[in-house]
């Protein structure tokens, strides 16, 4: 007994060995995989392939985690679920089909070339690092009122997950790196303030698209105003994104009683100490052409650099939405997003060239910045695609399926809002978890008790739950975007946020199982 626990001890307690031990072992699924695919041994049943289907994004989300090299992962991820599926040409079957939708022409021109195109115009232009100066003098004093600025500002810009990282991340990041905030410390705020503030504060398209997916279940949501309505009503019971928003509010002012991961601290250390803003061979996503100042030296500089594009991205964005939805009261308010991007990148152009700076030396700018996001573009384009591979596997089914067996009625928010949780790590999507779940969920809770009350806790544990996936998997846009807008390593972004994240939900399970204790 003693020379096997002493063999155990060798092969598994040196970590050299252990990383052998783990290749081998995805080597050999992989192997399996294909072998089985090959030989069509992937029965469907229900809309799903057994454990398999849990496969494709588990494999990319371990490998992940374990290379620390997201595209190759996910690439592995891509390709197992096409051995899965029996579709072996995956760039025929997958790659193309994500990569050519409208939804992900909207990500390039809006999150990649029109962000990255305004960030390079701010290094020809100066205007972000102007605006950094005045905000600092402003209210900025040192890196806690940096972290309280982010936070603000991550409260003000919730439209909605992907928007809101890069409204603020853009905005924030020159502050926060002139007073040595790191950039994991930066990415965990940007995104811990995106998604859940767009729950909490719903004056956007998330209420009209929950209420789509609900309406019809039961007779309480006969029509979709019934459901935006519920949307409303249900704010208060969020307690994932309010647990989320406070946590991260004691962060940005230091005086959380504790900063959970090892990382994290040793990220806080390092930049307040030594100035270092990204840990020691860290590749992060925003590329040197979107943080090198090169502005000519006949130019000046000023808030208008900064202010003018910011301002007319807002404006378009947020005016019309604001009328169409509060004066005309329009169930389908107009929200003009990739048009104010697009404005406002002809805004900063328009503003240096009156001010007199060459066109070839602003059309530079822009494409040093789109050449800054490249990396972004192609994670985001392989994370879509795992996504397709998700769907066709029967990913979020086979979840559904294996959890539901277990539900105990008195328990059911809490259950409802773990399952969101693995269903939305696992394809990196809080929208498409929704889909999944609440035409599910809410007739079950409809069925189990039949309480407005009882809802409302099931209804905004499948919001909260989702938010929560969405937000700490690596594979998610908003995950990518954080680490994007803010110049932070994803992995490094993802490592460092997940014990903060992880204590908001549980904080949030713990209230709904007492809650529905104090119920029955």
């Known amino acids: 007994m003693s020379n096997f626990s002493g063999y155990i001890q060798t092969r598994f307690g040196d970590p050299v060995n252990r990383r052998k031990i783990y290749a081998s072992f995805f080597i050999a699924l992989i192997i399996a995989g294909v072998y089985l695919g090959l030989n069509d041994m992937f029965p469907e049943q229900d809309g799903h392939y057994g454990f398999w289907s849990i496969m494709p994004p588990l494999v990319a989300i371990i490998l992940a985690f374990w290379t620390r090299e997201v595209v190759s992962a996910l690439f592995i991820g891509v390709c197992l679920g096409g051995v899965i599926s029996g579709n072996i040409n995956i760039v025929e079957s997958f790659l193309i089909p994500s990569i050519g939708t409208e939804s992900f022409a909207l990500i390039l021109l809006v999150y990649l070339w029109a962000l990255g195109g305004l960030i390079g115009i701010w290094t020809r232009t100066g205007g972000a690092e102007r605006f950094a100066t005045w905000a600092s003098n402003l209210m900025v004093r040192g890196p806690r009122s940096a972290k309280f600025f982010t936070w603000l500002m991550g409260l003000i810009f919730h439209q909605g997950g992907t928007i809101s990282t890069v409204l603020t991340g853009a905005t924030v990041r020159p502050v926060a790196d002139k007073h040595n905030v790191s950039h994991e410390e930066l990415a965990y705020m940007v995104d811990s303030t995106a998604s859940p503030a767009a729950t909490l504060i719903p004056f956007n398209v998330w209420p009209f698209y929950v209420s789509g997916l609900v309406v019809g279940t039961i007779p309480l949501f006969a029509t979709p105003q019934d459901g ?198 696992s394809t990196g999507t809080s929208w498409g978890t929704y889909a999944v779940v609440f035409p599910i969920a809410v007739p079950l809770a409809w069925a189990v008790v039949p309480d407005v009350f009882f809802l409302k806790l099931c209804f905004a544990a499948v919001i909260g739950g989702s938010v929560f996936g969405d937000q700490c998997s690596p594979i998610s846009d908003t995950t990518i975007l954080s680490s994007l807008a803010t110049g932070c390593d994803l992995m490094d972004h993802v490592t460092t946020q997940f014990p903060l994240a992880i204590a908001a939900g549980l904080f949030a399970v713990i209230t709904y199982a007492s809650l529905v204790i104090l119920l029955v």
């Open 228 to 425: 935006v309505n519920f949307f409303f009503s249900s704010v208060g019971f969020n307690f994932y994104a309010i647990f989320a928003i406070i946590i991260t509010f004691f962060f940005a002012i230091e005086k959380l009683p504790w900063v959970p991961g090892k990382k994290m601290r040793a990220a806080i250390e390092r930049s307040r100490t030594k100035g270092v803003l990204d840990r020691k061979g860290a590749t992060p996503m925003a590329a040197d052409e979107l943080t090198q100042r090169k502005v000519p030296k006949d130019y000046n500089p000023g808030l208008i650099d900064f202010f003018g594009p910011i301002g007319a991205l807002l404006g378009v964005a947020i005016i019309p939405y604001a009328y169409t939805y509060f004066i005309l009261g329009s169930e389908s308010p107009t929200l003009l997003i990739a048009e104010a991007f697009v404005l406002a990148v002809l805004t900063g152009l328009g503003i240096a060239l009156l001010k007199g700076m060459k066109l070839q030396v602003a059309i530079n700018g822009f494409i040093d910045g789109c050449k800054g996001v490249t990396i972004g573009a192609v994670i985001l384009a392989l994370a879509v695609t795992l996504k397709e591979v998700a769907d066709a596997v029967g990913t979020a089914d086979y979840v559904v399926a294996m959890i539901g067996d277990l539900v105990w009625p008195a328990f059911l928010p809490g259950v409802l809002m773990v399952l969101c949780m693995l269903i939305a790590f």
